[in-house]
């Protein structure tokens, strides 16, 4: 796709893009207000709002009568789950429930970087590929000076991630990907990145939207203390579509 060679990039600000985070904007905000909603998603002592699955659009990606941008259509592919609507507020980081001492240091220096898919399971927290996606489509909802716990991407991380699991993966067939343990390696190669990959932030105006390569290494920084955003919060809508076939993973 448009980022394969950087592992992220910007999509251009059009008036469809402002239209549909106008209207996701709006039903995200009913959304948040729902007590039962909150008391699901708000994490990290309340300066994060996770979200998952919160957005009513559809699979078209339209918000009642807005349609999903053409010019997002005309780059990634449907049927569009719910997205996730991530709402950062001024403190964040704060320790997660149950966070342990080590995993919040790295939330705060590191970013929380992560490749996702890579899901850690078990008390142990091992890690296993379990959920690969397609990319990873961010909509800012709402507008924000860059030290609003902007997005960060290693750039060209990507290339690393496919040429070590691909590795890792030799002579497993794809529907056994799912049990192997790839802790040692992920851990590994986050350190080799941090060390190799320029750290990128990504900030874009309202109206614009950035993709991410679904193997690229990512996160979202501290919130700055000269940042500024509306009171709603910094908002950005997420698509991230999980691959019907786990193979395509290393591939796409």
Known sequence: MMFDDAGWCVLPKSQAIAQWAAAARQSSLEQIS???VRETWLQ???TWFVGVDVLDNDTTGAIGSVPFPPDLAAAFAGPFHPAQVSVIYPGYPKPRNG???AAFGYRLRRDAAHVDGILAIGPNRQRYLREPHAYVLGIPLTQTSVGAAPMVVWEGS???IRQAFAAAFEGIEPHNWAQVDVT???QDIRRYIFDTCPRRVIH????AAYAIHPLALHGVAPWSEQATAPQEGRMIAYFRPQLTDVADWLVV
């Open 158 to 160: 990507h290339h690393i």
């Open 44 to 46: 990290c002592q309340g």
């Open 34 to 36: 729902k007590p039962e």
């Open 184 to 186: 040692t390696l992920y």
């Open 204 to 207: 874009v105006p309202l109206g």
């Open 99 to 101: 966070e342990s001492e």
